[in-house]
């Protein structure tokens, strides 16, 4: 488990690069996301677990696209 969760944090901090390439604040972020900005930059400082579901909203926000590849 502990790898799925550095795995989580490492691609949270790749969207937290893309939000600031993009010119977006986290502020900006939260509120397309429906959040607050609080917890935008609890996530992009890896003090949150979060779901699936959150990172593809953090990325379609910033305009990236998760996809997922068979290991190996």
């Known amino acids: 488990m502990l790898a799925a969760a550095e795995h989580a944090r490492a691609l949270v901090k790749t ?3 893309a939000r600031e ?3 977006l604040t986290q502020a ?14 609890r996530l992009e400082r890896g003090e949150t677990d979060p779901r699936l579901s959150t990172i593809e909203r953090f990325a379609e926000v910033v305009g990236c696209h998760l996809e997922l ?4």
């Open 15 to 17: 969207l937290g690069q």
């Open 28 to 41: 900006e972020v939260a509120k397309r996301m429906g959040t607050s900005q609080p917890a935008i930059a």
């Open 21 to 23: 390439g993009a010119g």
């Open 69 to 72: 590849q068979p290991a190996g």
